[in-house]
DNA sequence: CCCTAATGAGTAT
DNA sequence: TACTCCTTAGGGG
């Protein structure tokens, strides 16, 4: 599940379970078989995110970059009894080996999973945006790419050089709860929408790192308070228009809608959120 | 702008 | 067997 609150608590979760940890690293499916022996038997140094990139750290500065892309998972199990065999395309396994409480981390179907320097991590930070779920990022710097891009906002927020950590389900929901039309020009903001988005994306990437689900809807709309069904579906939170095509808006019930926008299913409420300009999207 | 490929696994047909 | 997906990089107009 990754956006950028699903890597922050994975490298929370790495941090607690192996930093300063002797580890065996492997990697059962092999494709990063040579890279896991040069760090086999070391000691972990720490783990960190930054947008949906994760840096764990070993001896030497050696770092291990993933990117979990559109599927990939890393499942982190601590305090075991026993360690299992890897189950499906492990790429890498980390297991710690000294006398501490037993913790182990599968790493699966992950985009990139690679060793680097200090210095290539430092290139791929230097185009990342700010990432809300960081202390003291600045927004300033996202809304000098915003106020000068004629590009949709819809498509902006996707863009991790703009800003960090935001995926497909929370570019809709802000949207939504803020009542931005998504193809509206970056150019056409306010500072004042730009500075309510970027709160709010604070406060729910957040709350997604506190509770590992995207929960957007405000207590007044939660299914207790309408009295309506919770949502059924795969990942679990609630939500206003993310999948919801064709489903009554919770606040207008007006039809959810859907299109497509950077290759990306965008979604969004006809009525809360009217068209600026462009009907591209019908 | 558009398209495609690349990661796994689950669910549908 | 196909199709989906909380992503991104790369190539071609």
């Known amino acids: ?27 059962p499916q092999g494709r990063f078989a040579d890279s896991a022996a040069l760090l086999d038997g070391q000691v972990v140094e720490g783990a960190e995110s930054w947008g949906k990139h994760l840096f764990i750290a070993f001896p030497d500065e050696r770092l291990v970059h993933v990117h979990l892309g559109l599927y990939g998972g890393f499942d982190v199990r601590t305090g075991v009894d026993e360690v299992p065999l890897p189950v499906g395309q492990v790429r890498l396994r980390l297991v710690t080996a000294d006398a501490g409480p037993t913790s182990y981390a599968d790493l699966r179907g992950a985009t990139a999973c690679e060793l680097l320097t200090a210095q290539q991590r430092d290139a791929i930070l230097a185009r990342t945006g700010p990432d809300p779920i960081r202390e003291d990022q600045d927004p300033t710097l996202a809304w000098e790419r915003v106020r000068r891009s004629k590009a949709p906002i819809g498509g902006l927020l996707m863009d991790q050089s703009v800003l960090a950590g935001v995926g497909n389900v929370y570019r809709a929901e802000v949207l939504f709860r803020q009542r931005v039309h998504p193809l509206r020009p970056g150019n056409t903001l306010r500072v004042g929408q730009w500075r309510a988005m970027w709160d709010d994306l604070v406060e729910l990437m957040a709350e997604g790192v506190r509770t590992g689900r995207i929960n957007t809807v405000r207590p007044e709309h939660t299914p207790e308070a309408m009295g309506r069904p919770p949502r059924v579906d795969d990942h679990g939170g609630e939500v206003y228009v993310y999948r919801r095509t064709g489903r009554p808006c919770h606040v207008c019930g007006s039809m959810v809608r859907t299109g497509v926008l950077q290759t990306r299913n965008i979604f969004w409420c006809p009525r809360c959120q009217p068209a600026f300009r462009s009907r591209a999207l019908g």
């Open 1 to 27: 599940m990754p956006e950028g609150h699903t890597l922050h608590r994975l490298a929370r979760d790495l941090e607690a379970a192996f930093a300063g940890r002797l580890v065996r690293v492997g990697s």
